[in-house]
């Protein structure tokens, strides 16, 4: 049993994240405002607090640290992604900690996908240029790993952009899925498993951790919409971005990946119908 931090526990990764690292090792996962799940393995950190972040890791001495704190308020983009970052590395660094980083596929234009593990920085929005920043941080660390991943979701908790989508759809507002942006959406349970895999690997580097089925953010849109059994579409239209402020494709080259990992890197199609059917399984008996 090894001694895990997980911080940003309270985020959407963090909330499955810290209960299944929690059942196989010692784990302490942070919050900041709210601690949604309630365990006892909770410890509230400011992560802009350099010294509050030196102090836990000192005294808890963890054997890895799974760094997912994130934000795309544009107020925290320097203070949580790329400060909280060099705090959390400077600590690894200290105390010889191996150190899990979750990252982001939107760290590229989107104008030569897919993107390997060798592929140049080139983010064209603020939250690309900090995490692409982060990476920047994180890689002087001597045992590190960056994951890059794209869209996760959820089919037990509804995942952010889809809550976004549902709420702003009930109160008769219009929402545009865009046909031109494409990615490689993440089933929360396969890039847990993918972390887990990695906390005792002795896999060092940038790797490409994502679902293998490459979606618009329209066809990954009205799966989930499907998947959650929403019928208010009255507002709801397809169409492209007609802007550069996003990249338009960010998919994954996870050749790397599907070699080093045994957790395999189902696509949407694939979640869907597997869980569907346990669902329905699960329904049949008597």
């Not at 997912?68 to 590395?89: K, L």
Request: overall charge neutral.
């Amino acid at each position: 049993m090894a001694r895990i931090l997980v911080t940003g526990g309270s985020g959407y990764l963090g909330q499955h994240l810290g209960p299944l690292i929690g059942a196989e090792h010692e784990t302490i996962y942070t919050f900041f405002h709210n601690d949604p799940l309630g365990l006892p393995a909770a410890q509230k950190l400011d992560i802009r607090n350099e010294t509050a972040v030196s102090d836990l890791v000192t005294t808890m001495e963890p054997d890895a640290i799974i760094h997912t704190v994130g934000s795309n308020r544009p107020a925290d983009m320097s203070s949580v992604i790329i400060e909280g970052t060099r705090h959390i590395v400077r600590a690894a660094q200290r105390n010889r900690t191996r150190l899990i980083h979750i990252s982001t596929d939107v760290v590229f234009n989107g104008r030569n996908a897919p993107y390997d593990e060798t592929a140049p920085l080139t983010p064209i929005h603020e939250y690309g240029r900090a995490k692409a920043e982060a990476e920047k941080i994180v890689s002087d660390h001597f045992d590190h790993v960056i994951i890059r991943t794209s869209l996760i979701y959820g089919l037990q908790l509804m995942d952010h952009a889809t809550a976004w989508i549902v709420e702003t759809l009930r109160k008769d507002r219009p929402v545009k899925l865009f046909t031109d942006q494409r990615r490689n959406p993440v089933w929360v349970k396969t890039l847990c498993q993918a972390i887990r895999e990695l906390i005792s690997h002795d896999y060092r580097g940038i790797l490409n951790v994502a679902g293998k089925q490459k979606l618009s953010r329209a066809e990954f849109g009205l799966r989930m919409l499907d998947w959650w059994q929403i019928s208010e579409r009255e507002n709801l239209s397809l169409g492209p971005a007609n802007s550069d402020r996003w990249p338009k494709d960010c998919t994954l080259d996870l050749r790397r990946a599907m070699k080093i990992l045994s957790t395999p890197l189902l696509g949407v199609d694939e979640v869907l119908a597997s869980q569907k059917a346990a669902w329905n399984f699960k329904e049949s008996k008597p």
